[in-house]
């Protein structure tokens, strides 16, 4: 059964500093990766996906990376700004099925 | 692109009630569309996956005669609680993937969510 562990649960950095999120998931058989936002009581806006084949992919001030063998993937923030303020879940597929896996999340606070 | 709705945002209701929760897919057709619930300060937890013009498939542990899945069309799901009770009170989110991108890879696309309160 797969499992998603996001680390740490929460996170809390002055404005302007760079800084990473972590994603470890338990089968490395899966088909693609997302990181998602969600602010309080909102649904999830997809910020980055990455298949299984691929190692990084960069959206602005996101970076995600991902070592599908060591079960890994990384979402890096630069120049952070207080409307990052949100929580960050990250969530795998399985090959051949959309289902998704989510992770707990990090909480991120931005202080301005 | 890519957007989903829900309806309604959110909703309350009284025990032993029945609750439609609405999702449509706006400018995609979605062959099959998904179900989540969320507890305060937990992750999504996917209860269901609805394929337009056939049965629900429910995951372990989720009532299917409780939460009652319907895909009539390729842009609509509805999810109703049936005589719901206070512990069924959640956030309730759906999701759709897009089978006519080219480049979707599977990415899902999340509906603004319904906040369920059930007194």
């Known amino acids: 059964k797969q499992e998603v562990t996001q680390i740490p649960a929460a996170l809390s950095v002055p404005e302007g500093e760079n800084l990473v999120l972590n994603c470890s998931f338990t089968d490395s058989a899966i088909y693609n990766l997302q990181w998602f936002r969600q602010d309080p009581g909102k649904g999830l806006t997809s910020l980055l996906l990455i298949q299984s084949s691929q190692r990084e992919q960069t959206s602005g001030r996101l970076n995600a990376s991902l070592d599908k063998s060591s079960g890994r993937s990384t979402l890096y923030i630069a120049a952070s700004q207080p409307g990052d303020s949100a929580t960050y879940l990250c969530?795998?597929?399985?090959?051949?099925?959309?289902?998704?896996?989510f992770g707990k999340g990090t909480k991120l606070t931005v202080n301005p | 692109g890519a957007v989903v709705s829900q309806h309604p945002s959110w909703v309350i209701c009284k025990s032993g009630t029945s609750v439609k929760i609405e999702c449509r897919s706006l400018d995609f057709q979605a062959t099959t569309m998904f179900w989540y619930r969320q507890f305060p300060k937990q992750s999504l937890m996917l209860m269901a996956t609805?394929?337009?013009?056939?049965?629900?498939?429910?995951e372990q542990g989720v009532e299917k005669d409780k939460f009652l899945i319907n895909h009539a069309s390729l842009t609509l799901s509805t999810l109703t609680v049936t005589s719901a009770h206070p512990e069924d009170s959640s956030f309730y989110i759906c999701?759709?993937?897009?089978?006519?991108?080219?480049?979707?890879?599977?990415?899902?696309?999340f509906g603004p969510g319904t906040r369920l309160t059930v007194l």
């Open positions: 609805s394929n337009e013009g056939s049965k629900a498939t429910y």
């Open positions: 969530a795998v597929s399985k090959g051949g099925s959309e289902k998704l896996v």
């Open positions: 999701s759709a993937s897009d089978p006519g991108r080219a480049s979707s890879y599977n990415e899902q696309f």
